[in-house]
């Protein structure tokens, strides 16, 4: 019975070191998913975009709305010309005239579809920006495990010149190697500590890049939970070619303002019919009161707005100008990402079969062939150089790999929205 409190302290001691690490790990571990919706939440350019599609609604309400009624009021007193026996007494007289436009029907709808079509091209710029945002997210967070990869490598490396150089220097000393080359050995030494501290810095540089695109909203000592070697996924060629040009943000964004367009040319020639006023007065003096009712009509005679018609026109002619050459530019840039991905996947698969391998057993028979004296300090280094130069374009292929993957997944707005808040 006395035992139980020294385990309950010993436990309760255990807990207390260990869970903040824990928690401290849980939430600084972030996959590319999560990445990337901290990013679409917190990135300012987003928000901004999001209260386009705020401001094109609220330009539906307003194309919606009715023509209001004007009201003008006239009063003032009588003043009389002749004599008052003729006259009788002064009086006030007042009058108020309500004038009521009707709107052309055509022209109200023409209006209302236009700003409709303002909504959905917001919409489809806020796609295309949460796209481009996304992509970028996933291809610099894969561009940090490429620095910290490289970073990492290096470090293997400056470590290896080390300690060839330290064996070197055994050898100076006992007197069986010539000084010269306890020089070269010092070279590389420093050589390699530059290469490891340029690569330490370039992981950071990629660090703050991610921190800038999330505007904060990660915390400084997070980790990526991914890999270079993480699979890549995408549908089929074909499918792809026929995604493209129908989900696109910027192929829609195009229709929505061809759409536009076309509604802006319907209401400029609904614009040319008559347009028509409903007036009703009322007047009262002394005597009499009258109340008159009739209408005014504006007819278009001289002027039938065709210079606005034809702006109208010839906008929506460039837009579909502008749309197809975008549809024909966003399969050139398609194509191109596809090739960049096969020619990355060759890449990899090359590395993968055996390269890689063979480039570390070379360093290792050149390591054992120097202790024997078999080979010199050159062989040595060179291999060094070999698989440094072979790990480094493996580590590029894998990160081009995943930077095609995000480019196409890009021209598809292909993220997790099923992650954001709308």
Known sequence: MQILPFWYLLLSLIFAFSSPSVLAQQTTQLTIEELQRLGLQANGLVLAARSQIDMAQAGVVAASAFLNPEVTVMAGPDSNRFPLIITGPTSMQRSVTVNQPIENPFMRSSRIGASEAVVEASRASFNQVRADLAAQLRVRAYELLLRQEQATMEESIYDLAEDVRRRIAINVERGELARFELIR??????????????????????????????????????????????????PALDVLRQEIPVVNPDVLRLQAEQERAEQRISQERASVLPSLNILYTNYQDAQFTSNTAGMSVRIPLFYRRRGEIDTAIYDS????????????????????????LQIAQRRVAMFEGGLIKEAENAVQVAQAAYRFGERGLIE????????????????????????????IDRLRAHYPKELLVE
């Open 185 to 234: 050995a010092d070279t590389e030494v420093q050589s390699a500590d530059n290469r490891r501290e340029a690569a330490r810095l370039g992981a950071q540089r990629a660090r703050v890049t991610l921190m800038q695109l999330t505007a904060g909203a990660i915390p400084t000592d997070f980790e990526i939970n991914a890999s270079l070697n993480d699979p890549v996924q995408l």
């Open 317 to 340: 002619v460039r837009i579909r100008e502008t749309l197809e050459y975008r549809r024909y530019e966003l399969g050139q840039l398609f194509e191109s990402a596809w090739q960049s």
């Open 380 to 407: 040595v280094l060179d291999t060094q150089r070999i698989l440094r130069g072979i790990l480094g374009d493996s580590l590029q292929a894998h990160f081009d790999l995943q930077s095609a993957a995000a480019e």
